[in-house]
């Protein structure tokens, strides 16, 4: 009963959010180009990403209580536990690294991350779900819940296509605008500047692994049997006895 309320729950804040910030809220942006993309501009920044891709994983995780199964390792796997399942290992690496590098950046300088005039149009509690609470309630999902990892081959097509999807976009954004959607950006040369996104990509691909073993982790130690053909996303044939 707990674990699909929690689900429902999440789904819930976070779709708030988005529709406050997208009833409520309108951005000062410092160069007129970037007005009128989608979502009032906000599909330019990693955050509404994903914040919109968390809550369709928790209200996915949601069905699955209703409909699907939480059992570790089922002998027929419903279709929304695979769709789940897979959501979860882009939404956990996703999730932990939007936090990181908001809040490091923030640290060091919120105008590179989140200039003054943004966010005081932004209570705390808002700013909070959408780069805080994401990677608590990711990390409460891993140690609550089962899954099976997919395939790393599979795994990494989901999540790379998600990251390049949005670095494509990204740049095609600068493209029009000759503005950057971060102001991180605007200090650093073009080296720089692709050393930042591979850096970025190699901590994500660090957080997909990182997850993927803690749920590996958790699983063996609830002495339940953690196989389904996939061992660490990586699928191995058993050795017969």
């Known amino acids: 009963m707990l674990r699909p309320l929690f689900h429902l729950s999440v789904a819930a804040i976070n779709t708030f959010v988005i529709w406050y910030d997208q009833t409520y ?11 009128g993309y989608p979502l009032k501009s906000r599909s330019m920044f990693l955050t509404i990403w994903c914040l919109i891709l968390q809550t369709v994983y928790h209200f996915v995780a949601f069905l699955n209580d209703v409909i699907g199964t939480n059992v570790q390792s089922p002998k027929k796997t419903p279709i929304i536990r695979k769709i789940k399942d897979t959501l979860f290992s882009l939404a956990f690496p996703t999730a932990i690294y939007v936090s990181l590098a908001f809040w490091s950046i923030y640290a060091i300088d919120k105008e590179l991350i989140f200039p003054e005039r943004i966010e005081k149009l932004y209570h705390p509690a808002l700013n909070h779900v959408m780069h805080t609470t994401i990677s608590v309630f990711i990390i409460i999902e891993l140690f609550t819940s ?49 050393v930042f996104i591979a850096l970025s990509l190699s901590i994500a691909t660090s957080l997909y692994i990182f997850g993927e073993k803690v749920n590996n982790f958790v699983c063996k130690s609830r002495r339940q049997p953690y196989t389904n053909g996939v061992t660490n996303g990586s699928a191995k044939s058993k050795k017969k006895s």
């Open 146 to 194: 089962f899954r099976n990892y997919p395939s790393r081959n599979l795994g990494y097509i989901v999540t790379y296509s998600f990251y390049v999807s949005y670095l494509v976009w990204f740049f095609v954004v600068y493209a029009k605008t000759g503005a950057w959607v971060y102001p991180v950006f605007e200090p650093l040369n073009w080296p720089l500047r692709f």
């Open 25 to 35: 809220i309108t951005f000062p942006f410092a160069v007129k180009a970037m007005e």
